[in-house]
């Protein structure tokens, strides 16, 4: 016997002594997984126990299979997925504040920079400027610094512009690593709730063939009492209902 009396019950893939509540009949696992766990033990038997250690284990070996056959070579990306649905770990995470945080102070200063570059408050500041620059330099004669043609004036708008292309080329590049990251992580979700989704079905599939095949068992032995009971007790049948319509009057 497989099964032990003090609830504990023996590993056929480790041969331990597992609880019962941390391992699951032979019967009860997909198909799918048997072929997977026959290949390294042919002697798998549906009436003995694995524990879940050694059933997620497989498990990861068989999502494993399944990527390597319809994706060739797998990344390291897709061997993330497979270790967390071993390990039954989160795998979704907040990649925008992670990335923030490992910013330094100039990547900082270059984003707040490029974002007041690109905003109407900085269009509305500049032509401000220019228009008292051009002004004054034209119509108040004692404070006269930059006279017509306004060469510094020149000078002053080349340097900002000069300044501002690289900063602005930074800032956008961050963002394009930063989509990067993002939609690298979407994928490791999106790759591990199919993979999920997948294996709940096979499952449940399972489960319903399982329990259709048990009830069929059950309704049969149900028939064969039923006709058991009939054969043997005709003249009883007759005789209950009389009986209990005197005790009603
Ligand atoms: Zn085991």
């Given at each position: 016997?497989?099964?032990?009396?003090n609830?504990?019950?023996?590993?056929?893939?480790?041969?331990?002594?597992?609880?019962?509540?941390?391992?699951?009949?032979?019967?009860?696992?997909?198909p799918?997984?048997?072929?997977?766990?026959?290949?390294s033990?042919?002697?798998?038997?549906?009436?003995?126990?694995?524990?879940?250690?050694?059933?997620?284990?497989?498990?990861?070996?068989?999502?494993?299979?399944?990527l390597?056959?319809?994706?060739?070579?797998?990344?390291?990306?897709?061997?993330?997925?497979?270790?967390?649905?071993?390990?039954?770990?989160?795998?979704?995470?907040?990649?925008?504040?992670?990335?923030?945080?490992?910013?330094?102070?100039?990547?900082?200063?270059?984003?707040?920079?490029?974002?007041?570059?690109?905003?109407?408050?900085?269009?509305?500041?500049?032509?401000?400027?220019?228009?008292?620059?051009?002004?004054?330099?034209?119509?108040?004669?004692?404070?006269?610094?930059?006279?017509?043609?306004?060469?510094?004036l020149?000078?002053?708008?080349?340097?900002?512009?000069?300044?501002?292309?690289?900063?602005?080329?930074?800032s956008?590049?961050?963002?394009?690593?930063?989509?990067?990251?993002?939609?690298?992580?979407?994928?490791?979700?999106?790759?591990?709730?199919?993979?999920e989704?997948?294996?709940?079905?096979?499952?449940?599939?399972?489960?319903?063939?399982?329990?259709?095949?048990?009830?069929?068992?059950?309704?049969?032995?149900?028939?064969?009492?039923?006709?058991?009971?009939?054969?043997?007790?005709?003249?009883?049948?007759?005789?209950?209902?009389?009986?209990?319509g005197?005790?009603?009057?």
């Amino acid at each position: 016997m497989v099964k032990k009396q003090n609830g504990t019950v023996l590993c056929q893939i480790c041969g331990k002594q597992k609880s019962a509540s941390v391992s699951v009949r032979g019967e009860l696992v997909r198909p799918s997984l048997v072929n997977t766990i026959v290949k390294s033990h042919p002697d798998w038997s549906p009436d003995g126990y694995i524990c879940f250690t050694d059933l997620n284990r497989f498990r990861g070996q068989y999502v494993k299979e399944i990527l390597e056959e319809e994706k060739g070579e797998l990344t390291s990306i897709d061997r993330e997925v497979i270790k967390s649905l071993t390990e039954h770990d989160l795998l979704s995470r907040d990649t925008t504040r992670e990335y923030e945080e490992q910013l330094t102070f100039g990547e900082k200063t270059a984003d707040k920079v490029a974002e007041f570059a690109g905003s109407w408050s900085f269009i509305a500041f500049a032509t401000g400027i220019i228009i008292i620059w051009l002004m004054v330099n034209l119509f108040i004669v004692f404070l006269r610094w930059d006279p017509y043609p306004f060469i510094l004036l020149n000078l002053v708008l080349s340097c900002i512009a000069a300044l501002q292309a690289p900063i602005i080329i930074m800032s956008q590049n961050r963002q394009a690593e930063r989509d990067r990251i993002r939609a690298q992580e979407d994928y490791k979700v999106n790759l591990k709730a199919e993979l999920e989704i997948r294996h709940l079905s096979d499952k449940i599939d399972h489960i319903l063939t399982k329990q259709w095949d048990r009830m069929m068992d059950i309704q049969q032995i149900q028939m064969e009492l039923m006709e058991e009971i009939a054969q043997k007790t005709p003249k009883e049948k007759k005789e209950v209902p009389q009986k209990n319509g005197n005790q009603i009057s």
